[in-house]
């Protein structure tokens, strides 16, 4: 099992910046793919980004070109980037992971952005 602990949600006014960090337990090399995703109040949970092993990178449509997602190897950490936040970016976050020991989820961490 990986362990995964998001950090850096909070409350920013629309048009702000959010970095969240998803640390895993065990080296990133080891995690075949990594996704954040989001739940926002009373609706299910999406997909919003995600990055593989090999670096490639995938985003929902309505991300794309305002997140982006990284990956540190030496903090063992997975990062995503959030740039000019709407109101409908307001959700808890979550990160995934994929590896030889399966899907492994996060706490999450809550995200609230103001008009």
């Known amino acids: 099992q990986v362990h995964l602990v998001e950090s850096g949600g909070g409350l920013v006014q629309a048009g702000g910046s959010l970095r969240l960090s998803c640390a895993a337990s065990?080296?990133?090399?080891?995690?075949?793919?990594v996704e954040w995703y989001r739940q926002p109040p009373g609706d299910q949970r999406e997909l919003v980004a995600g990055?593989?092993?090999?670096?490639?990178?995938n985003y929902v449509g309505s991300v794309k070109d305002r997140f982006t997602i990284s990956g540190d190897a030496f903090k063992n950490t997975v990062y995503l980037q959030m740039n000019s936040l709407k109101p409908e970016d307001t959700g808890t976050y979550y990160c995934k992971s994929n590896s030889r020991w399966g899907y492994d989820w996060g706490q999450g961490t809550q995200v609230t952005v103001s008009a």
């Open positions: 065990v080296s990133i090399s080891n995690l075949f793919l």
């Open positions: 990055i593989t092993d090999g670096g490639t990178t």
